[in-house]
């Protein structure tokens, strides 16, 4: 039985003048239309091809070579094309748009505004569907993280606190203010790295690593670019966040540290507007 939303390898079975005929299985022969075979793309009887499985606009199963930019039970920020007395019609890469049934909307939404979406089976059409209701899939199971640990994140949504986002596809997480030191927005996908694992179950993330050995690294890096710009940087401790960002990817509150300690072991020296190494 083929997968409805998910990538498929299946074997080719059967040249028409319209396509490709692919065994799917249970669910019989699934027809790849001819516009979807690449020209350099293997198609010989018994060959087998990579495919995305979906359902067309009469509810047949159909293959094709488009790459979806989700597939279900993932996670994506999609952008609104058509709302219509049906629902609202989602861009998710494909010449038939994904529906975000009315049920399933959490705000109200126009064509050309970004929605954090969870894509979904519908269990009686097997039709692919989205919905803005997250919370439901999320944190369904135990986090087993270590603080410290490289994730992938999702932005979802900015709150009072920092801003909600998405661990791996399975939990919330939060990135606390003072942790944001580049431009976020929802719908952005980022590393981040476990910061803490609280008592009540929440998540703490850091947009940048975390613990001694982060320290260590960031030491490192700006020994090595002194060294590259003959001992001397202009940055500081009073240098604009944006600067710092963009030269080491850490918040202005870990450069300081960092050049601090350097400072202490007897490393560099702090002016105003530049450091230098002893």
């Known amino acids: 039985m083929a997968l409805i939303g998910r990538y498929n390898s299946l074997q080719v079975v059967k040249h028409t003048d319209f396509g490709l005929y692919l065994d799917g299985g249970a669910d019989g022969e699934i027809l790849l239309p001819k516009r979807y075979i690449p020209k350099d793309t293997p198609s010989e ?31 994506a920020s999609l952008k609104v094309l058509e709302i219509n007395s049906i629902g609202i019609f989602l861009d998710w890469g494909l010449s038939k748009d994904l529906l975000l049934p ?19 089976l519908d269990k009686h059409t097997r039709r692919i569907t ?11 199971r135990p986090a087993a993280y270590q603080v410290g640990q490289a994730v992938d994140l999702l ?3 900015a709150t009072d606190m920092g801003f909600k986002a998405i661990i791996n596809n399975q939990h919330w997480g939060l990135i606390h203010k003072n942790e944001v030191f580049k431009f976020l927005r929802s719908g952005m996908r980022e ?10 179950g929440k998540i703490s993330l850091s947009l940048q690593p975390v613990g001694q050995e982060a320290a260590n690294s960031l030491h490192e890096k700006i020994l ?3 060294q590259a710009n003959g001992g001397t940087l202009a940055v500081s401790d009073k240098s604009p966040p944006k600067v710092i960002s963009g030269l080491f990817g850490v918040s202005k509150g870990n450069f300081k540290k960092a050049i601090g300690a350097l400072y202490k072991q007897g490393q560099i020296v702090i002016h105003a507007d530049r450091i230098e190494r002893v």
């Open 45 to 75: 009887v018994e060959d087998w091809l990579n495919v995305f499985i979906y359902l067309d606009s009469d509810d047949k199963l159909i293959a094709t070579t488009e790459k979806p930019k989700v597939q279900v039970g993932e996670f």
């Open 102 to 120: 009315y049920s399933e909307e959490k705000r109200s939404l126009e064509a050309g505004q970004y929605c954090v979406v969870h894509v979904y």
């Open 130 to 140: 989205a919905t803005a209701r997250l919370d439901r899939y999320l944190d369904v």
């Open 155 to 157: 932005v979802a949504e």
């Open 191 to 200: 590393k981040g790295f476990i910061k803490e694992l609280r008592a009540d």
């Open 224 to 226: 090595q670019q002194l």
